[in-house]
Every structure is written in C-alpha cells, then in structure tokens.
C-alpha cells in the first residue's frame, strides 16, 4: 500500500532553515509528481508546492516562493523541501502527497511539525 | 487566486440522516481540457486529510458509496447519505484547476 512518511520537523528560530524529507513506499515514486502541502493550527490546509516526476517543473504558493525549494531523489524515492528564512507564520504541519489523477493529490502521510518560534 | 468558500462551516447532524455541505469557486473551475477539477478531502481528528471526491463526482478507492458529489461551474455540493459516527472530521473542498490549488474554509460535521 502507499506509504509517505515525513521527517525533519521540529522548533526553529525565525530567519534560520529547515530540510523537511518524504519517504514513498508501496508505488513507483519516479512515475508520480508529488506535493507539499501544510496546515497551520485550526487552519484549513495550503498548498505550497508541486514537483513533476522527473524534477523537469516546480511550482510554489507565493507565500513560499523565494524562500522554499522542492526536490526530490528518485534514487532514494524520497521527495524534499528547502526552507530558508523561516518566519513565525510558516508554523504548521507539513505533509507531502501523492500527485495521482491529473495531479490530484490522493494520498498524504501522517505530516511533520515545524514551529518557527525565538 | 481562486477563493473557496464553503457552507456551513459547522453541521450538527443525527446519525443515520443525511448531510450536505456546499462549496463556491469565485470563479469557475472548468479548465481549458473541458474538465472541472473541484475535489472533496474528509479530515478525521488527529489524522491528515484523505481524498473522497475528485473531478466533482468520482469517488476514490475505498470510499463509501454513501458519499456523493455534484455541481458544474462555481457551485458544489458533497451529500452524505446517512451519516455514520467515523463520518465525523471536517470537510474541505479543494479546487486542482490551476496552481495554486486552494482549499475551503472546512465544515465541521458533527453528531447531534
């Protein structure tokens, strides 16, 4: 079954960086773009940003444009997001999410928390 | 940016009666390919968002078929035939017709 399990959250000061990582099991990662998706506390969820399944396109939130950056690892089906200058309002649960039909995404992981907080 | 706005954002609702919530695109979801890429995601206390409805009426693998979309356009309906105790969570529509894909506010549904 599909699997997409998120790491590297945790508490950061504002303006400092965090690497977020997404392992995929269960289908073939190379074929899927994937999603990076977040959710801030009692908030509905925001798309960040979009990478196709061979890296050749990427797509970002503005809020997050400049600041972040998707990657991926087809090698290692692991699936990446770059954040610098962190600011308070970027505290939310991150997760990644298959891309499936017409780049829907149809399967989420469980997500990691990141607090931007002095 | 398209604006979801959805209704209500809180449905108290009896076991084993229906439910509906509705969504609202400022502007209309049809794409150039001719599809209207509208969407429905069940979220469950504590869980991530899970997908129910793509493309407005299709429900994904594993879904019930207690669950039922509709609507063209701007105006989208997700109905729930009878409302079973783990339908509880919140419900939000998310567009996927053009980055960025926006969400709506969420509708919580909860038991009477």
């Known amino acids: 079954q599909v699997q997409l399990v998120e790491s590297g959250g945790g508490v950061v000061q504002p303006g400092r960086s965090l690497r977020l990582s997404c392992a995929a099991s269960?289908?073939?990662?190379?074929?899927?773009?994937m999603h990076w998706v977040r959710q801030a506390p009692g908030k509905e969820p925001e798309w960040v940003a979009i990478?196709?399944?061979?890296?050749?396109?990427?797509f970002y939130a503005d809020s997050v444009k400049d600041r972040f950056t998707i990657s991926r690892d087809n090698s290692k089906n692991t699936l990446y997001l770059q954040m610098n200058s962190l600011r308070a309002e970027d505290t939310a649960v991150f997760y990644c999410?298959?891309?499936?039909?017409?780049?829907?995404?149809?399967?989420w992981g469980q997500g990691t928390l990141v607090t931007v907080s002095s | 940016d398209i604006v979801m706005t959805q209704t209500p954002l809180s449905s108290p609702v009896t076991l084993g009666q229906p439910a509906s919530i509705s969504c609202q695109s400022s502007?209309?979801?049809?794409?150039?390919?001719?599809?209207?890429?509208l969407n429905w995601l069940q979220q469950r206390p504590g869980q991530p968002p899970r997908l129910l409805i793509y493309?407005?009426?299709n429900r994904f693998s594993g879904v019930p078929d207690r669950f039922s979309g509709s609507g063209a356009g701007t105006y989208f309906t997700l109905k729930i035939s009878r409302v079973e105790a783990e339908d509880v969570g919140v419900y939000y529509c998310?567009?996927?017709?053009?980055?960025?894909?926006?969400f709506g506010q969420g509708t919580k549904l909860e038991i009477k």
């Open positions: 999410a298959r891309a499936g039909i017409v780049l829907i995404p149809d399967y």
């Open positions: 269960g289908f073939t990662f190379r074929d899927y773009a």
């Open positions: 990478i196709w399944h061979d890296g050749s396109n990427k």
């Open positions: 502007q209309s979801l049809v794409h150039s390919d001719g599809n209207t890429y």
């Open positions: 493309q407005i009426s």
């Open positions: 998310m567009h996927a017709t053009q980055f960025p894909y926006t």
